[in-house]
């Protein structure tokens, strides 16, 4: 029998390495358990520990009670999109937008496929490290041929390379506050980027996942907020709300044939966010007070995890790390940590394999494009002070030895 051959944009989609060391941990921890009595650290998925606030629960349950489990409407439910206009306008500072800019998605995710698919067998370019559902899943389904633009080593831009990379595509992929670095760029970055963009013709896509997740004092500023029709902001409620297994998004342009198109993929592809959860997630925006008491607090304790992680790592002879400004990940570089004679899959994996055999789970830089593979990335987002403090004095007992 003939091996049926299927869609080759398909067929080059692969499962996110972060998903697959999540599930190396799972397995691995019994057996490392019964071997040294000891529980696997893990520092390498963005989930988060809070529970999703209780108003936000209750208003899940008052939709469905009240019968909102009905298909819901084309490209979203009024209420939620009237919510998410109140939001760009006291949030990301972005005004003159309506229903018709605005489309609910299933999380993130899916408004990042569906934007990406716009463009299919397009030119692109994004900075480096790069999310890598972007590198293993959109890119290939859309068939994007894309060039990965590494930042400086401070995490910041290189304008002179942007410029030219500028040139010679479609759409440009904008991530901030960062995964995997926590890069919160700002506002001058943001804006010479746009610039960048409207001046070549090039189309934005801008990634707002953690937008709410930033330390200090320090403000994400969105591009959506600038006078320039050709950008699209992706966001999602996962991060800032606790609720990543909603599964709730949306994006929003100011061009609106972007949007209509975009709509007509997303009632192609799932028919629309299911309506009791578009309640759910309207009342989170819309409840200010709520909102802003629950994001401080959750805000304000991943600010004392970075603060012991960071500290604990810059106590270690050997790594270097960035203090992160956003989002809840760092990012530090074992250069000096790793044998120079090591090169290729070998030398990526090698610091990832150390960690692993002591029961620390984190994902090494390679996932994230083919910049800045001696860095790994820890997430702080599930890890309370005393897993930090157990995975710190791991860490310190590994490199003293090796």
């Avoid at 998925?45 to 409407?73: C, L, Q, S, V």
């Avoid at 790793?338 to 620390?360: H, T, V």
Wanted: with cysteine.
């Amino acid at each position: 029998m003939t091996e049926a051959k299927f869609d080759k944009n398909v067929e080059n989609i692969r499962m996110s390495p972060i998903v697959s060391i999540s599930e190396e941990a799972r397995k691995k921890g019994p057996e490392y358990f019964e071997k040294t009595g000891k529980k696997i650290l893990l520092f390498q998925r963005g989930e988060i520990d809070f529970p999703t606030p209780e108003y936000i629960r209750n208003a899940a349950k008052k939709a469905m009670d009240e019968g909102k489990t009905k298909y819901p409407k084309s490209g979203g439910e009024d209420v939620f999109k009237e919510a998410v206009i109140k939001k760009l306008e006291y949030f990301n500072k972005a005004t003159g937008l309506g229903k018709d800019n605005i489309v609910a998605t299933y999380g993130g995710q899916e408004g990042l496929e569906l934007t990406f698919k716009l463009f299919q067998g397009k030119k692109a370019g994004g900075f480096a490290p790069c999310w890598s559902c972007v590198l293993e899943n959109f890119i290939p389904y859309a068939d994007t041929n894309f060039s990965e633009l590494p930042l400086n080593e401070d995490f910041s831009i290189d304008f002179d390379a942007l410029k030219k990379l500028v040139k010679d595509i479609s759409f440009l992929y904008l991530n901030t506050p960062q995964n995997p670095t926590g890069k919160l760029f700002t506002r001058d970055e943001v804006t010479e980027v746009v610039k960048l963009c409207r001046q070549n013709g090039v189309y934005l896509i801008s990634d707002e996942a953690y937008e709410a997740i930033t330390f200090e004092g320090k403000e994400h500023f969105s591009p959506i907020s600038l006078d320039f029709d050709n950008i699209i902001s992706v966001f999602t409620m996962s991060k800032t709300y606790a609720m990543t297994g909603w599964r709730v998004g949306y994006l929003a342009s100011r061009n609106k044939r972007l949007i209509e198109l975009i709509k007509m993929g997303n009632y192609t592809q799932t028919a629309g966010v299911a309506t009791f959860m578009q309640y759910a997630a309207a009342e989170a925006l819309a409840n200010k007070e709520e909102s802003d008491k629950h994001i401080r607090f959750m805000v304000g304790d991943f600010q004392k995890r970075r603060d012991q992680l960071l500290e604990g790592f810059r106590s270690i002879p050997g790594v270097k790390v960035e203090k992160p400004d956003g989002a809840f990940y760092l990012f530090p570089n074992f250069t000096e940590l790793i044998p120079k004679n090591l090169k290729g899959a070998e030398r990526n994996s090698y610091i990832y394999n150390l960690l692993m055999q002591n029961g620390i789970a984190a994902v090494h830089g390679s996932c994230f494009g083919h910049f800045f593979t001696d860095n790994m990335r820890f997430s702080f987002s599930t890890t309370p002070p005393e897993v930090i403090t157990e995975g710190i004095e791991r860490m310190r007992a590994i490199f003293a030895q090796d």
